[in-house]
T-cell receptor, first 110, second 112 residues
Framework: NAGVTQTPKFQVLKTGQSMTLQCAQDMNHNSMYWYRQDPGMGLRLIYY???????DKGEVPNGYNVSRLNKREFSLRLESAAPSQTSVYFC?????????FGPGTRLTVT | GEDVEQSLFLSVREGDSSVINCTYTDSSSTYLYWYKQEPGAGLQLLTY?????DMKQDQRLTVLLNKKDKHLSLRIADTQTGDSAIYFC????????????FGQGTELSVKP
């Protein structure tokens, strides 16, 4: 039982490149979330998916897209990376009132 | 919208109690949480309290909720060096897909 897994752990992109961050959960949770964490700030919600087949914007969705591929997997795509997207990205899964976080992806855009 | 504020740093001696404070603006938060983040790691759920409770105790952790002042605190008894981490409080907005609103995090440093 791995909980929430994320790949890759680290990534360096050049401005304008695209990439997809992968997230999978084996806890059978209906809801999944993508957050970003920047120095001196708490986590901010990018997108979430309350159930398979649905996605909604969070606080900071600009520059990102998401896909809820199935109940287990929720991916985050950067179509044209910008230096402002340098951050640590966390995926979470949850139901009701508990959310469990993955280990994070540290992304640097140069 | 919800805003959650925390002081940024706290330093204590090993064996002392630590108290980490948090204030929030939106009284519609149904649950309030404390997460712990160790360097280079994800967030670990420590404890949570439902908004109709005043206090919750879980081993060395005590959570106090003052709804009137919209103030949440986490007390760690007998603080150990392994408790050194960043602690985040968060409020759950249940009717918005269960999204969490986080404070900036309090960095707890425990000195031997």
């Amino acid at each position: 039982n791995a909980g929430v897994t994320q790949t890759p752990k680290f990534q360096v992109l050049k401005t304008g490149q695209s990439m997809t961050l992968q997230c999978a959960q084996d806890m059978n949770h209906n809801s999944m979330y993508w957050y970003r964490q920047d120095p001196g700030m708490g986590l901010r919600l990018i997108y979430y998916s309350a159930s398979e087949g649905t996605t909604d914007k969070g606080e900071v969705p600009n520059g990102y897209n998401v896909s809820r591929l199935n109940k287990r997997e929720f991916s985050l795509r950067l179509e044209s990376a910008a230096p402002s997207q340098t951050s640590v990205y966390f995926c979470a899964g949850g139901d009701g009132y508990e959310q469990y976080f993955g280990p994070g992806t540290r992304l640097t855009v140069t | 919208g919800e805003d959650v504020e925390q002081s940024l740093f706290l330093s204590v001696r090993e064996g002392d109690s630590s108290v980490i404070n948090c204030t929030y603006t939106d009284s519609s938060s149904t649950y309030l949480y404390w997460y712990k983040q160790e360097p280079g790691a994800g967030l670990q759920l420590l404890t949570y309290i439902f908004s109709n409770m005043d206090m919750k105790q879980d081993q060395r952790l005590t959570v106090l909720l003052n709804k009137k002042d919209k103030h949440l605190s986490l007390r760690i008894a007998d603080t150990q060096t392994g408790d050194s981490a960043i602690y985040f409080c968060a409020g759950l907005i249940y009717n918005q897909g269960g999204k969490l609103i986080f404070g900036q995090g309090t960095e707890l440093s425990v000195k031997p």
